[in-house]
């Protein structure tokens, strides 16, 4: 079984910036890939970034392209989602979650947090 926990949501001004983490237990980390997704009020949870195995292959929505970046630390079992330029189309509870293969669907992840909630203030 996987266990995903994620934290450093909060409150942050529109502008500001927050880092996420998300720390796995239950298998080995560094196997598979590991993806953020987001979810607003009375909206679909979508995709938010990926990253793969090893760190090299990233990928990110268009619309946080140039102000998010997903890093990964396999020696820590931990992901981080870095959050610049915070906008209030941002503001969402986030979910980590770990998959079989690089994918931006929520099928193909098996495992998930119970996600930690970003506030943006204007």
């Known amino acids: 079984q996987v266990q995903l926990v994620e934290s450093g949501g909060g409150l942050v001004q529109a502008g500001g910036s927050l880092r996420l983490s998300c720390t796995a237990s239950g298998r080995t980390f560094s196997r598979g890939p590991m993806g953020w997704f987001r979810q607003s009020p009375e909206k679909e949870r979508v995709f938010v970034a990926l990253?793969?195995?090893?760190?090299?292959?990233?990928y990110y929505r268009e619309s946080v392209k140039g102000r998010f970046t997903i890093s990964r630390d396999n020696d820590k079992n931990t992901v981080y989602l870095q959050m610049n330029s915070l906008k209030s189309e941002d503001a969402a509870v986030y979910y980590c979650?770990?998959?079989?293969?690089?994918?931006?669907?929520?099928?193909?992840?098996?495992?998930w947090g119970q996600g930690t909630q970003v506030t943006v203030s204007s």
């Open positions: 990253i793969g195995a090893s760190g090299d292959n990233t």
């Open positions: 979650a770990a998959g079989r293969h690089v994918s931006v669907l929520e099928s193909d992840y098996d495992y």
